[in-house]
């Protein structure tokens, strides 16, 4: 809620993916904002873990990663496409700090990927990253494909967490 208030990704009538979606708290969040329960927008949101049904939220229970995820995901999209991709993905700790970097920054060039993909011109794409040295070429790629990219640290996330996200706005395309 607080990334949308500051940065108005959700809008009434948005198509968007929620990607690593359970608990569901931003499946919740963009439904309201882009008014599901009127018939306007459209949330579809996707986790390996079990997640308490949203209304107005379609929800597939599968790991992002399998090979059949995105294209699953982009047949529930409207015209297969999407305003707006969300990624709250994180692979599970390993407490070995290096190796759980390059496990979420894998999920977040594979978020950026299906975002590329499925992304309408004007697009959004926001997604969890952690601050470590591999993030340099995620954001290359995102500055090349949207108009604007910054970091962003909520302030509901811990000060000491070094999880913090990235917002992008208006799409080129590719």
Do not use: N
């Amino acid at each position: 809620m607080e990334i949308d208030a500051k940065h108005h990704v959700l809008e009434p009538g948005a198509r968007v993916a929620d990607l690593g979606a359970a608990p569901g708290g931003w499946s919740q969040v963009a439904a309201a904002e882009v008014k599901t329960a009127e018939g306007l927008g459209q949330v579809v949101a996707i986790d390996l873990l079990e997640m308490e049904p949203v209304p107005g939220v379609a929800f597939l229970q599968l790991d992002f990663m399998d090979p059949e995820a995105p294209a699953r995901l982009q047949a529930l999209l409207r015209g297969g496409r999407a305003d707006v991709v969300l990624s709250d993905m994180a692979a599970p700790g390993t407490g070995h700090t290096r190796t759980d970097h390059l496990r979420i920054m894998g999920l977040a060039e594979a978020a950026a990927e299906f975002a590329g993909e499925v992304l309408e011109r004007g697009g959004a794409f926001v997604c969890k990253v952690l601050q470590g040295g591999t993030e340099r070429a995620l954001l290359d790629r995102l500055k090349r494909e949207f108009a604007s990219v910054r970091h962003v640290k909520p302030p509901a996330s811990r000060a000491e967490s070094a999880e913090m996200y990235v917002v992008a706005l208006g799409f080129r395309g590719r």
